[in-house]
């Protein structure tokens, strides 16, 4: 397994989570990483990446509430969610790449399986 996500749950509105996702080093060294999310019904949309340097960026959605980091020691990312909302209940999944932003020909993907955030008001 090469890409391992945890942390989703159920919360109440207002509360937070922590997701995680660990790769392996050869994966986590050299890509970019990303939170996407699918909520049922509705198209995966990118919440939150990370450069290797650390940049980030974020849904317009999630700005201010979400925070996005990693740790190059453990090889794991995480997504620390706070104040969620009803309208954050989905899937959420890890991804690496070389860029967010645009594609690099001849660079690899890599998804996490999901991890399932409900929200409840």
């Known amino acids: 397994v090469q890409l391992q996500a945890s942390g989703g749950g159920l919360v109440q509105s207002g509360g937070s989570l922590r997701l995680s996702c660990t790769a392996s080093g050869s994966i986590f060294r050299i890509n970019a990483m990303g939170w996407y999310r699918q909520a049922p019904g509705k198209q995966r949309e990118l919440v939150a990446s990370?450069?290797?340097?650390?940049?980030?960026n974020y849904a317009d959605s999630v700005k201010g509430r979400f925070t996005i980091s990693r740790d190059n020691a453990k090889n794991t990312g995480y997504l620390q969610m706070n104040s969620l909302k009803p309208e954050d209940t989905a899937v959420y999944y890890c991804?690496?790449?070389?860029?967010?932003?645009?594609?690099?020909?001849?660079?690899?993907?890599?998804w996490g399986q999901g991890t399932l955030v409900t929200v409840s008001s």
């Open positions: 990370i450069t290797t340097g650390g940049n980030t």
């Open positions: 991804n690496f790449r070389r860029e967010f932003g645009r594609v690099v020909p001849g660079t690899p993907i890599y």
